[in-house]
């Protein structure tokens, strides 16, 4: 008799335990969604969450769970940038970077972080929106459905639209588990904030400078201050596209929570920042600076009980940020990721390296708990480095000799890394010049407008190969 009353009660709890099982498996799959912002500072993000506090992204129901505010990029534009966020791997192993429109191809002999949420099982998406994301270079691989649009400074595929595809994609996948990378371009240049945007602003004198283009930045180049009324209102227009970038991350949360998805995780970064003359210069591409690799990292989890917003102040790149998503969801992290020297918790010890330029001189930066250094390579010259104290001077305008430990430190990672990048193959470099395909045309006109294309007096036809005389030196010949 006892017995057939705990047998009863044991059906009894496992009937209810599976009702709620059920109940959980009904809901949607799982979702990891990761934006990257194209060119966004982290202190336009900063200023938000300063000025609007717990309503810096309205629709989203909580606060963000992490802020990390020394979060760097493994370089400062976007091709080797979102590569190694994809592979988990320093840019001279992924080989994704270049110069001018001589550009790598992501190497096939790396896994990447959508064929690492497939091989799981999950379903994998990209919206992206710039010519550095072509399929042509290969950060296609690995994701299901790769919506790509090229994005032309006068002519992109805004925030609102690229969010709208995204949320389609997230409801066809209904039950299944879904990684999901959208890509945001609005705040590169031109900086030409929507008229409806210009007008509820108000701002007269700021409308009629609207658009903003790279000629006319390179007009200012040599001639305006920081202090400059011309510079404030680019940068001013720049702030009001990043503006649309992050109220259009706040519409893709909200969309995605109202699909009542199970557990979802949401991560909001950049491939690298912009400069208005924080260093003399405009744009990006060139330098290693904290205007160009320092980058907002944000983090929201939601479903597993209320967590209290938390920022974070240790040392972390986005090249780990892959391994760190995997961990995050219980997943197996591909061999082929770094082990990651990113400070995720704040303990210290944290350590983030970038490399490659788009054009000039080659350069390699490491930031650590206490310093920044930064590093020009020159082939036949010895290397030369200025560092920062990255408390005291994070926007890095008092450079000081580089300690000799740390300049050790850092070319001995770049070493290992130009060794470890021997062993995964370097594919031939594509001029996006001139051809007959009509894609490579596409790309070539995009990169063109964007201001990248055509003769670069100081780049000297150099690459990312100072140092190394092997197969890859021939590359530079050739822009
Ligand atoms: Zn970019």
Excluded: C
Aim: proline fraction near 6%; avoid cysteine.
């Amino acid at each position: 008799m006892r017995r057939a009353f705990e047998l009863v009660l044991f059906l009894a709890i496992f009937a209810a335990l599976k009702v709620a099982l059920d109940r959980d498996d009904a809901r949607p799959g799982r979702t990891v969604v990761l934006v990257v912002v194209d060119t966004l500072r982290a202190d336009v993000v900063e200023a938000r969450l300063d000025e609007r506090g717990d309503d810096a992204f309205p629709l989203v129901t909580s606060p963000p769970i992490r802020v990390h505010a020394r979060a760097f990029s493994a370089s400062g534009w976007t091709l080797p940038a979102v590569a190694s966020i994809l592979t988990g791997v320093d840019p001279e192993v992924h080989h994704a970077h270049g110069k001018a429109t001589v550009l790598a191809p992501l190497t096939p002999d790396l896994a990447t972080l959508p064929e690492a949420f497939r091989d799981a099982g999950w379903r994998t998406a990209a919206v992206t929106n710039a010519a550095f994301l072509s399929p042509l270079l290969g950060l296609d691989r690995g994701f299901d459905v790769y919506d790509h649009e090229h994005a032309y400074n006068r002519t992109l595929r805004r925030a609102d639209e690229t969010v709208a595809r995204a949320l389609e994609i997230v409801e066809a996948a209904g039950g299944d588990d879904l990684f999901l990378f959208v890509h945001l371009f609005d705040p590169h240049l031109d900086y030409d904030p929507t008229a409806d945007r210009l007008a509820e602003l108000g701002d007269a004198a700021l409308t009629s400078a609207a658009p903003v283009t790279l000629a006319d930045l390179r007009a200012l180049e040599g001639t305006a201050q920081a202090s400059d009324a011309r510079v404030r209102d680019a940068r001013r227009l720049y702030e009001l596209e990043a503006d649309a970038a992050l109220d259009a991350f706040d519409r893709l949360v909200e969309g995605v929570l109202l699909q009542e998805r199970r557990k979802p995780t949401f991560v909001l970064t950049a491939d690298h920042g912009e400069e208005f003359l924080d260093h003399g210069g405009f744009e990006h591409g060139h330098t290693l600076h904290a205007e160009l690799v320092r980058v907002p990292l944000l983090m929201w989890r939601f479903g597993r009980g209320t967590q209290p917003p938390n920022r974070r102040d240790g040392v972390v790149s986005t090249r780990d940020l892959g391994r760190r998503l995997l961990e995050l969801e219980g997943l197996a992290v591909p061999d082929s990721f770094a082990p990651s020297t990113s400070d995720w918790d704040g303990a210290g010890g944290g350590v983030a390296y970038s490399a490659t330029t788009l054009y000039g001189p080659v350069r390699v930066a490491l930031r650590t708990d206490d310093a920044a250094l930064l590093v020009e390579l020159r082939e036949g010259a010895p290397p030369v480095g200025a560092q920062y104290d990255l408390a005291a001077d994070p926007t890095e305008q008092r450079p000081r000799d580089p300690d000799p430990a740390l300049l050790d430190r850092l070319l001995d990672r770049r070493r290992a890394n130009r060794e470890a990048g021997r062993a995964t193959r370097r594919l031939d470099w594509l001029d996006l010049g001139p051809s007959k395909h009509a894609e490579r045309d596409a790309t070539l006109r995009s990169l063109e407008s964007l201001g990248y294309a055509g003769g670069d007096g100081d780049s000297n036809g150099d690459s990312d190969d100072v140092g190394d005389r092997d197969e890859d030196s021939g590359a530079g010949d050739r822009r």
